[in-house]
């Protein structure tokens, strides 16, 4: 009966038995190549530094710039519509005095306002003729339309809660040309129109307002006061709905039935604006530009850790021969030369995404632009810089690991 030879334990105590190395010392390793050669890991790392800089820098200024870009394609009212009666309706078309609250309720709109004509004439003073409106339009107003349809005061200020009880309005910016009142100055007694009988308050001119342009010919009023001095019955004429970008298809198909669900068919939606047709085609092409982009600078980050490591692996066969020698195993060299790579690739990305990061915003703050680099671009930044050391470190690390003894002290 034949007895099968037990394999030799290894001694632990025997000298010759390879040593294995706690990841500190692997590490230390890893960092020696680093502490040795100090230009040639500054210059290693300045290359890595700006490929990832690179990428932020391609990605980040086409994303302020598109930011910028989205932002004035929103100030055309791409989230913007408009419901109001059928126009030359016999009787006309009453819409409920609550239509804007109701319009409210559908789920994606984050606002809503409304005008109604108050069908009373503005005089610059009561010496002008009663049927003279300079072409004028008296409008009660909620005190969120400026919210709605995206203009802004350039002089004074716009009702509020508390001024629209009062008999004070404000001018749309052709109606206070047209009545003689240019700007508002500070210290000085406010002037005054005619509406119907009564005086009424300037408080506020309107800039421009691209998006409605009735609004610039017409004089605002509170929605109470025109109510308490102008007999307005509270129908509205005119609702703004702003909604989700999204659901502004969705929003359009109900919002008729909503704002009068008796006779839906006699009011009229405008349609979506065509700057949200141009705001996502110009999304799409953006999002493909950045992954071509972001995806070249990659590639190109990547090679220059391979280099650096390939040559770096070829200068220091001495060094990976005489530790063969020493009994360092494969596995020890390859790990020595892995953590190096990703010491260089994470010191490079670290001074990369701030390089970047930096140069990005100093450009978008030159050009007036939003910047925009968010957290997740930078994120991805360092990662993948650390990522593409491991990858681009692991075949010269494998190459150095293969080296004989006897091949790495001879090829000098």
């Known amino acids: 009966m034949t007895h099968r030879a037990h394999p030799k334990r290894a001694n632990p105590t025997d000298p010759t038995r390879p040593v294995r190395l706690a990841p500190t010392d692997i590490l230390r390793l890893g960092l020696l190549g680093i502490r040795t050669r100090r230009m040639r890991a500054a210059l290693s790392a300045l290359g890595i530094s700006i490929g990832i800089a690179t990428m932020i820098i391609v990605t980040g200024i086409p994303a302020s710039s598109q930011k910028a870009l989205m932002r004035e394609l929103s100030a055309l009212g791409t989230d913007t519509l408009r419901a109001e ?10 819409l409920p005095e609550a239509a804007d609250a109701m319009a409210a309720r559908i789920g994606p709109v984050t606002l809503t306002s409304a005008v109604a004509n108050t069908h009373a004439v503005v005089r610059r003073s009561d010496r002008i003729n009663p049927d003279d409106s300079s072409g004028l339009t008296v409008l009660a107003s909620r005190p969120n339309l400026l919210e709605a349809i995206h203009a802004k005061v350039g002089s004074g200020r716009f009702l509020d809660p508390v001024t629209e009880r009062f008999p004070t309005v404000v001018l749309g910016h052709e109606a206070g040309r047209r009545l003689g009142f240019d700007t508002l100055t500070p210290g000085q007694a406010p002037p005054q129109v005619v509406i119907g009988n009564r005086w009424f308050t300037v408080v506020g001119i309107l800039e421009p307002a691209a998006l409605a342009p009735d609004i610039d010919r017409a004089v605002l009023v509170g929605w109470e006061s025109a109510r308490a001095n102008l007999a307005f019955d509270g129908h509205p004429t005119v609702v703004y709905v702003r909604t989700a970008e999204p659901a502004i298809e969705a929003v359009r198909a109900v919002l008729a039935q909503t704002v009068n669900p008796a006779m839906p068919g006699l009011v009229q939606v405008s349609r979506p604006s065509d700057a949200l047709a141009a705001k996502r085609a110009t999304e799409n092409t953006f999002s493909a530009l950045f992954v071509g982009l972001a995806g070249v600078a990659l590639l190109v980050g990547g090679i220059g850790v391979a280099n650096t490591m390939l040559i770096s692996v070829l200068e220091r066969r ?23 790579s990703i010491a260089l690739s994470t010191l490079g990305g670290l001074a990369g995404t701030t390089l970047g990061a930096a140069a990005t915003a100093a450009y978008a703050w030159s050009q007036h632009w939003p910047t925009a680099i968010s957290p997740t671009t930078i994120a991805a930044a360092f990662t993948g810089a650390i990522l593409i050391g491991m990858a681009a470190g692991a075949h010269p690390a494998i190459k150095a690991s293969h080296l004989t003894p006897t091949q790495a002290l001879a090829s000098t």
């Open 318 to 340: 001495k060094e990976i021969g005489l530790r063969r020698a020493l009994g360092a195993n494969r596995a020890q060299i390859r790990n020595q030369f892995l953590t190096e």
């Open 85 to 94: 009666p059928q126009p030359d309706q016999k009787p006309p078309v009453l």
